[in-house]
């Protein structure tokens, strides 16, 4: 008489199998969540989108500090600019520090009227502040209202982050909303793949050899 095989599992096989199976779902549709959520930051971007025109105030330009791009240490530069009876604040790019805390970079801005393409932002995204008051050349932080205060200025309530190519020599490489989607798609297949394996070997190895 030839041996079969019989469907008897085990209760710890069919624990194991339930508990990896569980764990690769819930781990894949956490990678998947992970995805959508960047791909809506980045549709959300796209109605951020602003352009404007005016004159730059240089003569109140101010240097974030702790600002690293490619390991290197520098500043963010934000600039007021003219936009007829209102000013808007500026990030336009990235410069290095200098040798020394004194020497701080010199900017160049460009003169005359100039048109800024770029996203619009209530406040500063991703701000590292170490200390609450802001004053000075160098700052950790800006505030638009305690700026304002400070300058006389009538500053519209926003922040533009600068993405349109100017002659400045400043660095604009923002972080993308989007980076890392393919990312996650990619582990929440592979967790969802894990999950499918780990039921079928629960199902396998709950067949048993019989006379």
């Not at 085990?10 to 569980?22: D, E, G, N, Q």
Request: glycine content about 8%; aromatic content about 8%.
């Amino acid at each position: 008489m030839s041996a079969g095989y019989s469907f008897r599992p085990r209760l710890w096989t069919l624990a194991l199998a339930a508990a990896a199976c569980a764990a690769g779902i819930a781990l894949g549709q956490w990678q998947a969540g992970r995805a959508e959520e960047k791909r809506a930051a980045a549709a959300q971007l796209e109605k951020r989108r602003v352009a404007v025109s005016g004159t730059f105030r240089p003569e109140l330009t101010v240097l974030l500090d702790n600002k690293l791009r490619q390991q290197r240490a520098g500043y963010e530069v934000i600039t007021p600019l003219r936009t007829g009876a209102e000013h808007v604040l500026v990030n336009r790019g990235w410069i290095a520090a200098g040798a020394t805390r004194d020497a701080l970079p010199a900017v160049r801005t460009p003169a005359g009227v100039v048109r800024i393409e770029g996203v619009a932002f209530e406040r500063l995204p991703r701000l590292l502040v170490i200390e609450k008051s802001s004053s000075g050349k160098v700052r950790q932080s800006i505030d638009i209202g305690e700026f304002s205060a400070q300058t006389g200025l009538r500053l519209q309530p926003r922040f533009i982050e600068q993405h349109s190519a100017l002659d400045d020599g400043l660095l604009r490489e923002w972080p993308r909303p989007d980076a890392g989607v393919e990312k996650h798609a990619s582990y929440a297949l592979q967790w969802y793949s894990l999950a499918g394996l780990a039921a079928a070997l629960g199902i396998v190895f709950s067949f048993r050899r019989v006379a």
